[in-house]
C-alpha cells in the first residue's frame, strides 16, 4: 500500500509518509526511533508504508516527541482517509453502473414516481440509492440479501436476482413506514377470515384488508409489477412484524387473491421467503393447497363440480352461495381444467386488478 494516494488533481500522504522524512532527518535508524516512540520497529515500518493507519496513541507520542499537536497528526490521517473514501465511492459507482443496466432507471421512474434522468447516470444511481436504502446497488446481487428465495437459484439469473431484491428492499422499505401492532397470530387469522369476505369489494378492499392486517401485525404492501423480477409475492419477519407483499404481475383478481392467501400460508407455515410463478418445492405446494381451499371450501367446490354444469349462471349461483367473487370461482374451474380459458362468454366474471402503490 502506497503512502500516498492521487485522484485527479487532488493528493493526499499518509502520515507515515511525513514520518519516514522525520526519521530519514533525524540520522536514526528506524528501530532507534521505534524505540524513541516507544514502538515496535515493525509497527513503525506499517506506519511508514502507508499499511496501518495513525492511532491516537501513536499520534500522542508523535506529538511529544516532537513538540507538536495531536490535531496536527490525526488531520493528516482524516486528511488521507477522506481521499481514500472518494477513490473507494468511485470504484463504487462504476460498479453500480453496471447493476444499473441490469435494474434498467426507467422502469422505477415510470413505478414510482423518480424523476426523469435521461443520460445522467451517475444522479440514477444516487435515486435508486435513496429509493432501495442501500449504500450501493451492487448488494442487489446478494440472493440472500433480505429473504430466502424459494426457488433455486440455478432457475434465476443474475437480472432476475437483482431486480427481485430491488423490490424486496421497497416493500421491507414500506412495511417499516407502515404503523401496525405486534404480530398475534390469533389476530392475523381473524383477519384473513375477514378478508375473505372482501373478494367482492374490488374497488374498496385494499384499505379494508390493510388497517386489519395491521392490527394483527403484519404490513400489507402492494406493489406494481417489476419486469424482470417474476416475483409474484413475499413474506418476511422484521423486528415485531411481518410484511406481506404482493405484486400485480398478473391483473386478474382471481390470481392477485391466490397469490396473497398463498403468501399467508407461508406465514402461518412461518416460511418467509419470495414466491416465484411455476412448479417449485414442497412448501409452495402446501402453501397452494391452503390458499385454494381457503378461498374456495373443498367440500363445497367438490359437490358444485359434481354437477356438470359450469355455466356463467351456475358459477355466480355457487359464488354467491360460498360469498365468494364468481371471478375467483372462474379460475379455480380454469386451473382444474373444468372450463377453457379461450371461452369468451365466461370472460364477463374476469375482474381485471391493477393496484398501484400510492
Not at 58 to 65: C, E, F, G
Not at 232 to 251: Q, W, Y
Not at 278 to 300: F, M, S
Amino acid at each position: 500500500m502506497s503512502n500516498y494516494i492521487e485522484i485527479g488533481e487532488k493528493i493526499a500522504f499518509h502520515p507515515g509518509y511525513y514520518i519516514e522524512e522525520i526519521v530519514e532527518y533525524s540520522g536514526l535508524t528506524q528501530e532507534d526511533y521505534a524505540k524513541r516512540l516507544d514502538t515496535t520497529p515493525k509497527n513503525l515500518s506499517e506506519l511508514i508504508n502507508g499499511n496501518q493507519r495513525l492511532s491516537i496513541d501513536m499520534a500522542s507520542k508523535l506529538s511529544r516527541l516532537m513538540g507538536t499537536s495531536v490535531e496536527y497528526w490525526l488531520n493528516l490521517q482524516c486528511a488521507y482517509d477522506s481521499l481514500i473514501g472518494e477513490r473507494n465511492s468511485q470504484e463504487v459507482l462504476r460498479e453500480d453502473r453496471e447493476v444499473l443496466r441490469l435494474l434498467r432507471y426507467s422502469d422505477f421512474r415510470d413505478l414510482f414516481g423518480l424523476p426523469d434522468l435521461p443520460r445522467r447516470i451517475s444522479e440514477q444511481i444516487y435515486k435508486l440509492r435513496e429509493l432501495f436504502e442501500v449504500s450501493s446497488l451492487t448488494v442487489l446481487r446478494k440472493p440472500s440479501l433480505a429473504v430466502n428465495f424459494r426457488r433455486s437459484r440455478n432457475e434465476l439469473n443474475e437480472q432476475n436476482i437483482v431486480r427481485t431484491n430491488a423490490m424486496i428492499q421497497i416493500a421491507i422499505n414500506r412495511a417499516l413506514e407502515m404503523e401496525t401492532e405486534k404480530f398475534n397470530e390469533e389476530k392475523f387469522r381473524e383477519a384473513i377470515d375477514y378478508g375473505l369476505t372482501l373478494t367482492t369489494k374490488h374497488g374498496e378492499f385494499l384499505p379494508l384488508l390493510r388497517e386489519r392486517f395491521g392490527e394483527a401485525g403484519v404490513a400489507f404492501v402492494v406493489l406494481p409489477n417489476l419486469p424482470g423480477s417474476k416475483i409474484n409475492g413475499a413474506t418476511k419477519k422484521l423486528e415485531n412484524k411481518i410484511m406481506l407483499m404482493v405484486s400485480d404481475r398478473n391483473l386478474h383478481s382471481d390470481i392477485f387473491w391466490f397469490i396473497l392467501f398463498h403468501e399467508i400460508g407461508h406465514i402461518l407455515a412461518k416460511d418467509h421467503g419470495v414466491s416465484y410463478a411455476g412448479k417449485r418445492g414442497d412448501k409452495e405446494t402446501k402453501a397452494d393447497v391452503y390458499a385454494k381451499n381457503k378461498l374456495i371450501p373443498q367440500e363445497k367446490y367438490e359437490h358444485f363440480v359434481s354437477k356438470k354444469n359450469f355455466t356463467v349462471d351456475a358459477i355466480i349461483g355457487f359464488a354467491k352461495e360460498i360469498d365468494r367473487d364468481p371471478g375467483l370461482v372462474l379460475g379455480r374451474l380454469r386451473k382444474d381444467e373444468y372450463v377453457p380459458y379461450d371461452s369468451v362468454a365466461h370472460n364477463q366474471l374476469v375482474v381485471n386488478y391493477k393496484v398501484v402503490p400510492a
